[in-house]
């Protein structure tokens, strides 16, 4: 009988373990499932409109904010330098607006600086820009001959964004005693936000993934030119991650905080320019096709935009004519004439 009453607990106990161990494997395996799901959830992708919640639209970064971003035309002229709050924006396009001279039009959103600037007036291929974004934008005027009139060109691309222009407010709008008109307008953004942000954007972003896969030729230093007074430089730090930005030899500095500007991605975009007859404006086709130049973390990749019509998104490609990601940080755009060389070591 003790035989017997030992045997029925030896099966018992043998029993016991086995479910325990079944149990521990299977939760073993649970755990795997919910660190794989937990990991995917973490790194998600945003694409044009496709922007989760939580993930910044203009860097593809996390982000806790409510989505309001602000784009804002800077001067980028020898008597603007050093710009204020530039190292603040998230996502910076550079084009030629007339004679070789260029603007930047810098979005804001995880941050609003209280000086940014200086602000300066706006062309027709802004707003071919702005029509992409339609974010509220903050600029100084704009140009005005037929066919060039900027308050037209709003009107027939039937922009929703609010414009901020200081042709027509002066709220949130300062003049700097340490430099001459007009290279001393600036704006408040951290003012902006708290009285005169009254709109609800769409969150448009250009393609970052977190997961993609940087491969090409070595890209840690980027040169060239858009005129004598305007020649770029960037290099590539290892420990940041970064590129750093310099203009004419010296770093790009924000006068506020004397950072030096640096961005994850650089893509330059080959478009083609036109000088307008009888004005010192240069027009620019954003609504197209080009070559286009990619930059991160020291690789260069090389591929195509397109951009099908003032309602689509400009689309990047690589060489093979696949949808290109960058990676989720700040990328600084360069739209260039197709005849500028473009330096890479």
């Not at 810098?106 to 007036?121: C, H, I, Q, T």
């Not at 071919?128 to 001959?145: A, C, N, R, T």
């Not at 060109?153 to 002066?170: F, V």
Request: glycine fraction near 6%; hydrophobic fraction near 30%.
């Amino acid at each position: 009988m003790k035989k017997y009453a030992f045997f029925i607990l030896s099966v018992c106990i043998g029993l016991l373990f086995s479910s325990c161990s079944r149990s521990s494997e299977q939760q073993s395996s649970l755990q795997q499932e919910l660190d794989s799901f937990s990991h995917s959830k973490s790194i998600p992708v945003a694409r044009y409109d496709h922007v989760p919640k939580g993930i910044s639209p203009f860097t593809g970064l996390s982000y806790d904010g409510d989505g309001r971003g602000i784009i804002v035309q800077i001067e980028n002229t020898a008597q603007s330098r050093p710009q204020s709050g530039i190292s603040k924006a998230d996502l910076i396009y550079e084009m030629e607006v007339e004679s070789q001279i260029t603007r930047l039009t810098a979005f804001f959103l995880s941050e609003y600086p209280d000086k940014v600037g200086p602000v300066r007036s706006t062309r027709k291929q802004h707003i071919y820009l702005w029509k992409e974004w339609d974010y509220p934008y903050v600029f100084y005027g704009g140009s005005q001959p037929k066919g060039q009139n900027i308050y037209e060109i709003i009107k027939n691309l039937e922009i929703q964004a609010p414009k901020i222009d200081g042709m027509e407010t002066q709220n949130s709008f300062f003049r700097s005693k340490d430099r001459s008109s007009p290279h001393n307008a600036y704006i408040d953004l951290s003012n902006v936000i708290k009285y005169a942000y009254h709109y609800q954007p769409k969150q448009r972003s250009i393609y970052f993934d977190p997961k993609s896969v940087l491969k090409g030729t070595e890209g840690g230093k980027v040169r060239f030119s858009y005129n004598k007074k305007n020649e770029i430089f960037y290099l590539y730090n290892e420990k940041s991650k970064e590129y750093e930005r310099f203009i004419n030899g010296e770093p790009m500095i924000d006068q506020e905080n004397q950072k030096q500007v640096t961005t994850k991605n650089i893509i330059i975009q080959y478009a083609n320019h036109y000088k307008v007859p009888s004005t010192v404006y240069t027009n620019i086709d954003l609504v197209g096709s080009g070559k286009a130049m990619y930059f991160t973390e020291g690789i260069m990749r090389t591929g195509t935009w397109k951009r099908k019509d003032i309602h689509s998104f400009t689309l990047y490609y690589d060489e093979n004519g696949k949808e290109l990601p960058l990676r989720p940080g700040k990328t600084f755009i360069q739209i260039v004439r197709p005849e500028i060389a473009v330096n890479v070591e």
